[in-house]
């Protein structure tokens, strides 16, 4: 078994507790389902936000969709001048026995523009 991170981004309408809430419980569950991921798996997740995002915590959407035991981390990103804003990225370590290449990274909304997103698997 191999511990793989598994990356995801999404963009969120406007600094509220909803739509920031909104917005990860609909990339996590993106993520989840695009890699069948199962909780207890998941060694850890770290969800960060551009600096304008900052009415709650994105982890809680993980609370709420049950991820009552799984470590988690909000942080925010660096504030690179012209950067894509309003932006929440996941960032999943998740044990697993899928190679490399069989992991998808899930980029939605005005994230799909984001480098990474190249690579995900459809």
């Given at each position: 078994?191999?511990?793989?991170?598994?990356?995801?981004?999404?963009?969120v309408?406007?600094?509220?507790k909803?739509?920031?809430?909104?917005?990860?419980?609909e990339?996590?569950?993106?993520?989840?389902?695009?890699?069948?991921?199962?909780?207890?798996?998941?060694a850890?997740a770290?969800?960060?936000?551009?600096?304008?995002?900052?009415?709650?915590f994105?982890a809680?959407?993980?609370?709420?969709?049950?991820?009552?035991?799984?470590?988690?981390?909000?942080?925010q990103e660096?504030?690179?001048?012209?950067?894509?804003?309003r932006c929440?990225?996941?960032?999943?370590?998740y044990?697993?026995?899928?190679?490399?290449?069989?992991?998808?990274?899930?980029?939605?909304?005005?994230?799909?523009?984001?480098?990474?997103?190249?690579?995900?698997?459809?």
């Amino acid at each position: 078994m191999w511990c793989r991170g598994i990356r995801g981004a999404t963009t969120v309408d406007s600094n509220t507790k909803e739509d920031i809430l909104n917005s990860g419980k609909e990339l996590l569950q993106k993520m989840i389902d695009a890699n069948g991921l199962v909780p207890e798996n998941v060694a850890c997740a770290i969800f960060t936000t551009t600096q304008d995002l900052n009415a709650e915590f994105p982890a809680a959407a993980a609370r709420q969709l049950g991820w009552s035991h799984t470590a988690l981390m909000c942080a925010q990103e660096m504030n690179v001048p012209d950067s894509l804003q309003r932006c929440l990225r996941i960032l999943i370590l998740y044990n697993t026995e899928k190679s490399a290449e069989e992991i998808v990274h899930v980029y939605i909304k005005g994230a799909t523009t984001l480098r990474g997103a190249v690579s995900q698997k459809k």
